[in-house]
């Protein structure tokens, strides 16, 4: 505990002499230093003073009656208040045994009497500088004690022969010892491990003789052991200092054990991490780190090559809305190290060409003493796919309820006009029977005979040969018409078959037929379509899935070729045909379009990948036509095409398995 000191502005000296004129000659030279003086007049006084006010020095006479010089420099020494207070005996006695008791009884210095004013406040000035000097020495050791005490990390110092000289609190928590066992025992016994050891004790010896050693002025891990056995982590902070002509050691010692689990959970987590983990620095923001997801998945060979690049070159160099990736780039770092995190859609670009999707998440961290980046980076192609594919089976469950509702409710008005027609045939079939022997008669009749001129008059006003003419073959017009209602009622209540789990074995050439029907009001003021249905078995197959892919196909054909024709009034021509190939059956719809340019190749089955103008195409058509036959089909969808010629689309679907149990067939 720190004991009261004097720290004042202007110092104060107390000055004990029974002889008053003396006092006061004292108290004139003292005041006239610019200092404060106590004046007591006998020992007792003086006690009493030096209790309510701790002077910085003392002059004390010798010679004083009830209690001496001697006596009170004894006592004050007692007193913690004023142990360290400086005291300076002033007195006549002269001899050596004398001054020899007075330093005895605790006294600092001497003054003889008479004396003269320039030594009084030399020898003043000198004990006051002293005094201050050992304050300033005591308040620096209380603060030093004070931080050793409250600090987190093990403070030691070793003295020149390698044994603990200072030990801390920390250091008795983190190590088991007590500062008690601690102190004046080599170190080496206590915290180093075995098998450290003797690396220990050599470097001890060289940095004993030369104050250096490879650990001085650095920051290391290393292994120390506790009390117990157990060995624990540490980072030890080492630096020299020389004390009486010899190096010490002052050594932080700082538990890393939570550290090095955390940074364990985080290797664990940045290696197995499904996710493409990554880290970038200020100023160029290129990568500093790259877990394996991230090194597959921009296809570099391995975490150097991965960190060659700054992040925006992985990506196009325009984002899908038209901006540069590059300034896109910087604006959401900058996002993230102001808020703190920011999460957005991105483009990536893999280091073979190939676009993709992605969720970004940036976070600040702090490294090193500055802010870096964190990227979290999770390729979301197979989620958007996933999501166009339900959007697309929930549209098309909405559109085939809506065509299959049509179709129930269009067919039976048609039915019934279709019997009606049928039987008003057959009615002028038999009409058309009888008037000829109506009209023979007739003719017997008298020509003058009122029922004939009517009948003439009738006949001539209803023109009834013309009906007889014409009545038969418009009533052919009508079923015919009426055949094809019916046709493109069955083929939308086909096309609109509801969509099984499992596969169902279908006739592919017939799913053809019905799509044809349904996508004729887009192709046919612009295309002839050629079909060639080749004899080919029932395939194992999700019949209303491969329906969109077939329609898709025939649509994005009719608007190649319209993109040719334009309204020239010219048409092109759409080829359907299909042909078995080994245990496969194989699907071509070509057109005469313009072909798809060489630059678009490689994209035109990326979601949202399109070349038609807004509003007319999503980009989703074709990625799901791949996803369709590739994986649910386990099939292969390709292309031909040459520039001003046009395109083909190559379907081979597996025929399936009867063996099969997941597949059953279909009447469509």
């Not at 913690?80 to 006294?107: F, W």
């Not at 509702?405 to 067919?411: D, L, T």
């Amino acid at each position: 505990m720190s004991q009261p000191t004097c720290v004042q502005s202007r110092h104060t000296v107390l000055v004990v002499d029974d002889e008053a004129p003396l006092a006061a000659v004292l108290r004139d030279i003292l005041e006239g230093e610019g200092l404060d003086v106590l004046v007591a007049g006998d020992g007792a006084t003086a006690l009493r003073i030096a209790a309510e006010t701790v002077p910085c020095l003392a002059l004390v006479d010798i010679m004083m009656p009830v209690m001496d010089g001697l006596t009170l420099c004894r006592r004050l020494r007692e007193d913690p208040r004023t142990e360290t207070m400086p005291i300076v005996l002033v007195s006549a006695l002269a001899r050596p045994e004398d001054v020899t008791q007075g330093l005895a009884a605790g006294a600092d210095d001497y003054i003889r009497k008479p004396f003269d004013t320039g030594t009084v406040r030399f020898r003043t000035r000198a004990h006051l500088r002293h005094h201050e000097a050992k304050l300033e020495v005591q308040r620096l050791r209380e603060r030093l004690s004070m931080i050793s005490r409250a600090a987190q990390d093990a403070i030691i110092v070793l003295d020149g022969e390698g044994a603990v000289a200072h030990w801390n609190e920390a250091a008795e928590t983190m190590f088991g010892y007590a500062q008690a066992e601690a102190l004046g025992r080599p170190l080496h016994e206590m915290i180093v491990p075995q098998r450290f050891r003797a690396a220990h004790h050599a470097g001890l010896t060289h940095f004993a003789a030369t104050g250096r050693g490879e650990l001085i002025g650095r920051t290391v891990e290393l292994d120390a052991l506790r009390k117990s056995g157990e060995e624990l982590p540490v980072e030890l902070s080492l630096s020299a200092t020389p004390v009486d002509g010899r190096w010490w050691a002052v050594g932080i010692v700082r538990d890393i054990t939570a550290r090095k689990r955390a940074e364990e959970r985080f290797r664990i987590l940045f290696f197995q991490s499904r996710d493409a983990l990554m880290t970038a620095e200020p100023p160029d923001w290129r990568f500093t780190s790259g877990n394996p997801a991230a090194i597959a998945l921009f296809g570099a060979d391995d975490e150097a090559d991965f960190c060659s690049r700054a992040l925006w070159e992985y990506s196009p160099p325009t984002q899908p809305d038209g901006r540069p990736s590059l300034d896109c780039a910087r604006e959401r770092i900058g996002e993230a190290l102001q808020a703190g995190q920011a999460s957005f859609a991105w483009t990536h670009r893999r280091l073979d060409g190939t676009d993709f999707a992605a969720h970004v998440l940036l976070t600040r961290i702090e490294f090193g003493g500055h802010p870096c980046i964190q990227a979290t980076v999770r390729d979301v192609t197979a989620e958007q796919r996933l999501q166009l594919e339900l959007g697309q089976a929930r549209k098309l469950q909405a559109v085939g309820q809506l065509a299959s509702g049509i179709a129930h409710e269009i067919n039976t008005p048609v039915q019934f006009i279709s019997d009606s027609v049928h039987f008003l045939r057959e009615t002028c079939d038999a009409v058309d029977r009888l008037l000829p022997l109506y009209r023979d008669a007739a003719a017997r009749l008298d020509p003058g005979d009122p029922l004939s001129v009517a009948i003439r008059a009738v006949d001539a006003e209803v023109d009834l040969g013309y009906l007889l003419d014409n009545a038969a073959p418009s009533f052919g017009r009508c079923i015919e018409g009426l055949a094809r209602v019916a046709s493109i009622v069955r083929a939308m209540r086909e096309f609109a078959h509801p969509e099984q789990r499992q596969k169902s074995r279908a006739d592919l050439n017939e799913a053809l037929e019905n799509t044809l029907v349904i996508a004729r009001s887009e192709y046919k003021y612009v295309a002839e379509v050629e079909t060639d249905f080749g004899d080919i078995p029932l395939v194992a197959c999700h019949v209303g899935d491969l329906n969109q892919v077939f329609l898709n196909l025939l649509v994005n054909a009719a608007h190649a070729i319209a993109d040719v024709v334009g309204e020239s009034g010219d048409k092109g021509t759409i080829g359907v045909r299909t042909h078995l190939d080994g245990d496969q059956v194989v699907v071509e719809i070509s057109d005469t379009g313009p072909g798809i340019p060489e630059a678009h190749r490689e994209r035109i089955f990326e979601p949202f990948f399109t070349t038609k103008p807004v509003g007319k195409g999503s980009g989703q058509g074709l990625a799901i036509a791949r996803a369709v036959i590739v994986e649910r089909h386990g099939g292969t969808l390709n292309f031909e095409t040459t520039g001003g010629r046009g395109t083909t689309f190559t379907i081979r679907l597996p025929i399936g398995r009867d063996a099969d149990p997941d597949i059953r067939e279909v009447v469509l």
